[in-house]
């Protein structure tokens, strides 16, 4: 019963803005995702990428220090297309996640 509990433990994607495969007006000036459960900053990342795999962020990604489940990173001036954000973190129970998503600008 103990590793039940433990594996559904491990930090998961709460939610993104922008959201998760959405479609966007005007370009967002940032990434923020947020986790179920707090996150190690030295060990959690995010990084988005345009259509064709080069990267948009500033590298400054990091975890919130007012928010210790808030991942983000700022953006550099988004051209209209499709972006994928990757992300790989490793919560305080020492469990290593990661994922991505994508959104639109269109």
């Known amino acids: 019963m103990l590793g039940v509990v433990l594996a559904l433990a491990h930090s998961r994607l709460q939610r ?3 959201p998760v495969e959405s479609n966007l007006k005007r370009p967002p000036s ?3 995702v947020y986790f179920t459960e707090r ?3 030295a060990y959690s990342t995010v990084r988005v990428n345009d259509e064709h795999g080069v990267q948009v ?3 400054d990604s990091h975890v919130d220090p007012s928010n210790p489940r808030l991942l983000r990173a700022k953006l550099q001036l988004l051209e ?3 972006y994928s954000v ?3 973190v490793l919560s305080v129970d ?3 996640t990661e994922g991505r998503f994508t959104f639109r600008v269109e």
Do not use: M, S, T
Request: net charge neutral.
């Open 16 to 18: 993104a803005e922008p």
């Open 30 to 32: 940032e990434v923020k």
């Open 39 to 41: 996150l190690e900053p």
């Open 57 to 59: 962020d500033r590298q």
């Open 80 to 82: 209209h297309g499709a």
């Open 86 to 88: 990757i992300w790989r």
């Open 94 to 96: 020492g469990k290593v």
